[in-house]
């Protein structure tokens, strides 16, 4: 599955692998079961029902994988239709999915659903605000390390449900050589090519503060060039200088952007924004689940 962004993009919607999403579940179900659900033994063992799940916000869907890995954990026999698909939008009061099967299993498992559901989801909700607002630039939309703990993958997943890009995952997939390293390496110069003989140098980003540094990167031959709190004017002066020189790098800007100010960093003409809002800052779906009919 994927999204399509333009004529020349489209972007993978193909959610963590088996293994990821079972752990994420067995983790969330042991921290609220513990040694089992009390309340759910008010209800008969042989009861069942019909519930569906509805949202009371606008969003983009994101985490029907984990849902179904609850309720699969619970009861196996469980059946949940989905009215919609991950990456998809959907209105206030638009049923989600209905569930159908044994009453103790679908309420058990409704909050731990919900919570991956809202928060995913809210993921992606934030990421697609993003990438709406610079819509026509050509600038992609970056997701950051600034993640919930332990959810890394599924939010990464979810930033590509909103229409968003990944940028690495962690500290094993790419070197992005900030002040710190640039200090204990001697120079930008120097800590390029120490980076490159470990990474190619197209895996290799660097981290700017100013445009002599910028001028200093370029000339070392970086690819990737990251614009850590630039002012506008000073984006606009990057974006010329690295015009300017023979081999061209790509540039990030970072540092300062929000849905207020992100059209206007996109206007100076970089080619990524990088935002720890969209993980870091969302806040949950409203989501509600309700059983419509049971039966003894």
Not at 244 to 267: K, W
Request: hydrophobic share 40%.
């Amino acid at each position: 599955m994927t999204a399509q962004l333009n004529s020349q993009t489209t972007i993978s919607l193909v959610p963590p692998g088996f293994e990821i999403i079972a752990n994420h579940v067995h983790m969330a179900l042991s921290e609220d079961l513990g040694t089992g659900d009390l309340t759910a033994n008010l209800i008969p063992k042989s009861a069942q029902s019909i519930a569906t799940i509805t949202c009371r916000d606008p969003m983009i869907v994101c985490g029907i994988p984990w849902v179904e890995m609850v309720f699969r954990k619970l009861d196996n026999n469980i059946n949940l239709n989905w009215t919609i698909q991950d990456g998809s939008p959907a209105n206030p009061e638009t049923i989600l999915c209905t569930i159908s099967g044994n009453t103790q299993a679908i309420l058990t498992g409704e909050r731990t659903a919900l919570n991956f559901l809202q928060t995913l989801s809210a993921t992606a909700t934030a990421v697609n605000k993003y990438v709406n607002a610079v819509t026509g630039t050509g600038v992609r939309i970056l997701d950051t390390r600034k993640t919930l703990p332990g959810l890394r993958v599924a939010q990464k997943y979810a930033v590509r449900c909103g229409g968003g890009y990944n940028h690495r995952h962690g500290l094993f997939d790419m070197i992005l050589i900030k002040e710190n390293h640039i200090q204990a390496a001697g120079s930008i110069a120097n800590a390029l090519k120490i980076a490159a003989q470990h990474a190619p140098i197209d895996n290799i980003e660097i981290e700017v503060e100013t445009i002599a540094e910028l001028s200093q990167a370029l000339t070392a031959g970086a690819k990737r060039i990251l614009l850590d709190d630039f002012s506008l004017n000073q984006l606009q002066v990057a974006v010329a200088e690295n015009k300017s020189h023979n081999t061209q790098a790509r540039l990030e800007a970072s540092g300062g952007v929000n849905l207020d100010t992100v059209r206007a960093i996109a206007a100076t003409g970089v080619d990524d924004i990088s935002s720890g809002d969209i993980t870091k800052n969302i806040r949950a779906i409203d989501l509600s689940l309700r059983i419509i009919e049971t039966k003894y």
